[in-house]
């Protein structure tokens, strides 16, 4: 069965410094990822999604994420933070199976500093 | 493209009563799926339509839950019997299907559920 693991549930950065969070996925079959951001009392947002396509993948809001099958990795960075990103980001992988069910990591939790 | 909506936002019950909670997804998606999110949790996955058909169930769907959604268009999730375990955010999400990878699912902004 697929899963994800977010390695940090807290990170901490200052206004302006890069940002990464890591995630490492477990899939049977060629997965498709997500990082999802939850801001407080909103809906979850979707960041960005690799599908196949090309390893690094550039989401919105200058995230972007890369794709590194050896690693089973699908970290995400931004080079600068702001203050608006500080929110709870979520890894995500599709089932194998053919329906859409995704499977969620247990969050990251984004502090941005001053 | 108004985004999903979820009815109502916030809802407190006593243990045992019954409650329902209405999803109305983005307008020409065929997809809609409903998560539960306790706190300091992911999102897990509880049930899928594609058009009217309910497609798949998880194990965390008990008999006291059932969803529909009867013309393909919006969905109502309830919960007989309610639980202070049920007390979670529940949230909607949709999708219109295409070839290949997953879809892009779009999620509405959720219905907290407290059970007193």
């Known amino acids: 069965a697929q899963s994800v693991t977010q390695l940090d549930s807290h990170v901490s950065v200052s206004e302006g410094t890069p940002v990464l969070l890591r995630c490492n996925y477990s899939?049977?079959?060629?997965?498709?990822l997500f990082w999802y951001v939850q801001h407080p009392n909103k809906g979850l947002q979707l960041l960005l999604k690799?599908?196949?396509?090309?390893?690094l993948v550039k989401g919105i809001n200058g995230f972007e994420a890369e794709f590194k099958k050896s690693e089973t990795s699908f970290h995400l960075t931004k080079p600068s933070a702001h203050m608006s990103d500080a929110a709870e980001y979520f890894c995500?992988?599709?089932?194998?199976?053919?329906?859409?069910?995704?499977?969620f990591g247990t969050g990251t939790r984004l502090l941005v500093s001053p | 493209d108004t985004g999903v909506s979820q009815d109502p936002r916030h809802k407190i019950t006593k243990r045992g009563q019954n409650v329902t909670f209405r999803c109305d997804p983005i307008?020409?998606?065929?997809?809609l799926y409903w998560y539960r999110q306790t706190l300091g949790q992911g999102p897990e996955f509880l049930t899928y339509?594609?058009?009217?058909?309910?497609?798949?169930k998880s194990r965390l769907l008990s008999d006291r839950f059932s969803a529909e959604r009867p013309k393909g268009s919006f969905s109502t999730l309830e919960i007989q019997r309610t639980e202070q375990g049920d007390s979670a955010m529940y949230l909607c999400?949709?999708?219109?299907?295409?070839?290949?990878?997953?879809?892009?699912?779009?999620f509405g902004p959720g219905t907290r559920l407290t059970v007193l």
């Open positions: 339509f594609q058009n009217e058909a309910q497609l798949e």
């Open positions: 307008s020409e998606h065929n997809r």
């Open positions: 690799y599908t196949s396509a090309a390893t």
């Open positions: 999400a949709s999708s219109i299907s295409g070839r290949g990878a997953a879809d892009t699912q779009y």
């Open positions: 899939s049977s079959y060629s997965p498709s």
């Open positions: 995500v992988v599709s089932a194998d199976t053919g329906f859409q069910k995704l499977v």
